[in-house]
């Protein structure tokens, strides 16, 4: 089967660091990725590793470790407009696995 | 350019019906796939096409389930007899290769099944 695991919720405030984190167990993987969803929103892309170690666009940066089967997602700065939910998704073959999704509350 | 657009944004059909959801991807896109979400979950894969053929409907939860892609451009997901259950907003992306590639997604279809 595949499985990936994140935390439900987390909570920061503007200008914190936070880091969501990943687990996955899949038959089949190429990559690991991200997407930012504003509620009613579309899913939109945040950043891809297909290989092990960091990536880092802007505020945002990811990593992955393969051999743990983990990665993560680290949002600096935090913004009000960074909440929203996050999901880690694997690229297992053609299509893209979700995990349920990790709903970021900022405060200011 | 345009994104990846669906129709309708809302829909409300009673148990037993048929419905159809569109899908327009961003042109030039050859790759199209259709997720169905719940709420508090993730997009859950239901099917994938690589030009006009499904290249993996491995997602798709029943035989009342069907989408088609004829140009291989516009799809449409097609749910026969509708259950309760089935409630959920439907997502569409699309993504310009062969898959793997970053998939770019729709504002998706909420479909209410009273």
């Known amino acids: 089967g595949q499985s990936l695991e994140q935390p439900s919720e987390v909570t920061a405030v503007e200008g914190a660091i936070v880091q969501i984190n990943c687990t996955y167990q899949?038959?089949?993987?190429?990559?690991l990725s991200w997407y930012q969803q504003h509620d009613g929103g579309a899913p939109t892309f945040l950043s891809y590793?297909?290989?092990?170690g960091l990536e880092e666009t802007g505020r945002f940066s990811s990593f992955l470790s393969r051999s743990d089967s983990y990665g993560y997602l680290l949002l600096q700065e935090l913004q009000m407009k960074d909440s929203a939910s996050y999901f880690c998704a694997v690229q297992a073959g053609t299509a893209l696995i979700f995990g349920k999704g990790t709903t970021l509350s900022v405060s200011s | 350019g345009a994104g990846v657009s669906q129709t309708p944004s809302n829909k409300v059909t009673e148990k037993g019906k048929y419905v159809e959801l569109r899908c327009d991807p961003i042109s030039g896109h050859t790759a199209l796939y259709w997720y169905r979400q719940s709420l508090g979950q993730g997009p859950e894969f239901l099917i994938y096409?690589?030009?006009?053929?499904?290249?993996?409907d491995s997602g798709l939860p029943n035989d009342r389930f069907f989408a088609v892609r004829p140009e291989g451009s516009v799809s449409t997901l097609k749910i026969q007899r509708t259950e309760r259950g089935d409630s959920a907003v439907y997502l569409c992306a699309s993504s310009p290769g062969q898959g793997g590639d970053t998939q770019y997604f729709g504002p998706g279809t909420r479909l209410t099944v009273l």
């Open positions: 096409f690589q030009g006009t053929g499904a290249a993996d």
């Open positions: 590793n297909a290989l092990d």
């Open positions: 899949t038959s089949g993987f190429y990559g």
